[in-house]
């Protein structure tokens, strides 16, 4: 009988070396050999996945915020609340020494309009004055509604401070708090309804709009589109850093007219 056994090829050196149980902690000083475990590609992929997530909310932040607010100012410019309350507040506009702008006047005829049909029982002028003037926006309201459309003197509140919408609803609002009214429907031009009411929230008043439907802001699209960017960028300015961005209405235009 024979007997063949099998032995072992010693003449070569070299030795497959044994997969290590990678459970087993290396020894001190002896790097992993294997660096292509799976945990670390799934931590990197898991990095990337948020990153992006991240970058996508804030983009849609960016821009889901302005667009928001810029149709909130253009639903506002279409309604007309006239609901019964104190006053009826005109917001200032330009004024030329005692004479009434295009814009002002044509929110002094609306509020006249409103206060005969007996939606305020008194109509409050606003408005200060530019450097040099002889007049305030808010007297030179008060006396054209006296002098022109017969309103009677004591229905006539003039509040003659403020060169921008926020000095003026900050002044209207201790007016009010005098007079103890507490509500108010502010006359403006379409496109700053929507930041008017929200200063005249803040400052204790019950506001409504009921916006004018002539003058300069209403005139072409364009002009209605620049406004409503214009409004969209005052209304974000007012209520993230609580800074007032005059609207065209309150900018003196270079040129009086005749």
């Known amino acids: 009988m024979t007997l063949e056994v099998e032995v072992p090829d010693f003449g070569s050196g070299e030795h497959e070396p044994a997969e290590r149980d990678l459970s087993v902690p290396a020894p001190e000083g002896e790097e992993p050999k294997n660096d292509d475990r799976p945990g670390k ?11 992006v997530m991240v970058l996508l909310a804030v983009l849609a932040v960016a821009v889901l915020t ?8 253009w639903y506002q410019a279409r309604q007309d609340e006239t ?13 030329y020494n005692g004479v009434p702008s295009p814009t002002l ?18 109509i409050v002028t606003v408005g200060g004055k530019m450097p ?19 309103v009677p003197a004591d229905r006539v509140v003039s509040v003659p401070v403020g060169n921008d919408t926020l000095e003026s609803m900050q002044a209207v609002g201790r007016r009010f708090k005098q007079l103890e009214w507490d509500s108010a429907v502010i006359v403006t031009d379409p ?11 803040d400052n204790g ?22 406004y409503i960017v ?7 300015s007012y209520v993230l850093f609580g800074r007032s961005v005059r609207s065209p209405s309150e900018l003196r235009p270079s040129v009086t007219p005749r």
Request: glycine share 10%; aromatic share 10%; proline share 6%.
């Open 132 to 150: 040099g003037d002889n007049y305030t926006e808010a007297d030179t309201g008060r006396n054209w509604l006296i002098k022109e459309r017969g």
């Open 41 to 51: 590609p799934r931590k990197r992929r898991r990095w990337l996945f948020w990153s």
């Open 105 to 122: 006047r044509w929110r002094l005829e609306h509020a006249v309009t409103l206060y005969r049909k007996g939606v305020a029982p008194a």
């Open 230 to 236: 214009r409004e969209t960028g005052g209304y974000l």
């Open 66 to 73: 302005p667009l928001t607010v810029g149709w909130r100012v």
């Open 83 to 95: 609901p019964r309350s104190d006053a009826i507040v005109v917001l200032g506009a330009a004024q």
């Open 191 to 201: 496109w700053h309804g929507l930041r008017s009411k929200k200063m005249a929230e």
């Open 205 to 226: 008043i019950r506001a409504a709009a009921s916006p004018t439907r002539s003058g300069p802001s209403v005139q072409t699209r364009d002009t209605q589109f620049n």
